[in-house]
């Protein structure tokens, strides 16, 4: 059984200085323009919740902010360090998960997290394997190969691999999906846990209206690569006339252009 998570909502008093600065980023691929001038930051201790249809640009987003893809234009700050200029400091502080992107299979829990923390540099690693071990509910599961592991299962490994630098910026695509709805309660609230410390700062990608209310502090709405509205998750669907988030979400989907001019 998971470890029960005790953290309360989403704070509104999150700190407000940046962990993370996006400003006039653009990709293109030819003639398609996946992110198209889009600028936002996010606040230590904030979770910020990047929304939008099929297609509106959020992996090409997160995949810039990864160091995997390259701007075609704009610039993108991790605690004022500049990714394109200071690539390695930058991306030191960062980490990420995502269901796309699961962790090799023929490895156990422990070797995985052992290879990711080589990678990172991570001090004292043992230690730290055995620290997330015990926070992420895997002591058990520490020399099982992650192949055999439930979505439930692989998504907390990859939870604690994306923890193991401490990151000051957490990347997470879609972390609940496929989960069941016990489960992804319990993998909000770890997440949520990490924000409130206020060391780090979290962007979210998520289809799950219901989800991105209980746990964003703030939303980016993402339409054909733009930033069509942002605000507070809670307060946004009355302030363009809708009764919720998913309503607001499918206005977005189906009629980006009268709501840009609202
Ligand atoms: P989803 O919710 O479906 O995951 P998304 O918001 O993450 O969508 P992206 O994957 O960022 O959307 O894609 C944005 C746009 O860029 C899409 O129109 C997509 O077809 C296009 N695109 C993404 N990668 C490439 C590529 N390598 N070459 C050409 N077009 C691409």
Known sequence: MATPVTTPGPSREASVSKVLSVSALRKSYGDTVAVDGVSFDVGH?????????????????????????????????????????????????TNFAAVYSPLPGNLTVAQN?????????????????????????????????????????????????????????????????????????????????????????VLWTSHNMYEVEEVCHRVLFLSRGKVLLEGDPRTLPREHGRASLEELFIAVAREPLALGRA
């Open 45 to 93: 201790g904030e979770i910020v919740g990047l929304l939008g249809p099929n297609g509106a640009g959020k992996t090409t987003t997160i995949n810039m902010l990864l160091g995997v893809l390259e701007p075609t234009s704009g610039s993108i700050r991790i605690e004022e360090v500049d990714l394109a200029r200071q690539r390695s400091q930058a991306l030191e502080r």
């Open 113 to 201: 997290l052992r290879i990711f923390g080589l990678i990172y540099g991570v001090k004292s690693l043992s230690a730290r394997i055995s620290e997330l071990l015990e926070q992420f509910d895997l002591v058990r599961f520490r020399d099982t190969r992650c192949g055999v592991l439930s979505s439930g299962e692989q998504t907390r490994v990859a939870l604690a691999k994306a923890m193991l630098n401490r990151p000051h910026l957490l990347l997470l695509d879609e972390p609940t999906a496929s989960l069941d709805p016990s489960t992804a309660r319990d993998i909000r609230g770890r997440i949520r846990d990490f924000a409130a410390q206020g060391h780090g700062g």
